[in-house]
Nanobody
Framework: QVQLVESGGGLAHTGGSLRLSCAAS??????????MGWYRQSPGKQRELVAT???????NYGDSVKGRFSISRDNAKNTVYLQMNSLKPEDTAVYYC??????????????WGQGTQVTVSS
């Protein structure tokens, strides 16, 4: 199993910044944690991609956050970070940490954090 613990959400003003962190802890027969990332969901909308990052630091961003958000990770700590700059009210959502992990049979599973609220006031 992989437990994901998120932190750093909160309230920001338009144009402000916030930094999210997500620490992954693996137990049982987890062999490795691969891609980690962030998704978000606001009321009445589907969960959408924010950003993902591989262990080799290849990144992928949702169109709405490109140029404003930056994802990074510390492989030694199994922690992923999301630096959010130039925040807009439409960035208001619950942000969920996500991780792909392989067990010792090389079976892949996807894990989700509990979510952290980000609210951007206009």
């Amino acid at each position: 199993q992989v437990q994901l613990v998120e932190s750093g959400g909160g309230l920001a003003h338009t144009g402000g910044s916030l930094r999210l962190s997500c620490a992954a802890s693996a137990s049982g027969n987890i062999f490795s944690i691969h891609t980690m990332g962030w998704y978000r969901q606001s009321p009445g909308k589907q969960r959408e991609l924010v950003a993902t990052i591989t262990p080799g630091n290849s990144t992928n961003y949702g169109d709405s956050v490109k140029g404003r958000f930056s994802i990074s990770r510390d492989n030694a700590k199994n922690t992923v970070y999301l630096q959010m700059n130039s925040l807009k009210p439409e960035d208001t959502a619950v942000y969920y940490c996500n991780a792909d992990a392989f067990n010792r049979r090389l079976e892949e599973n996807v894990y989700w954090g509990q979510g952290t609220q980000v609210t951007v006031s206009s």
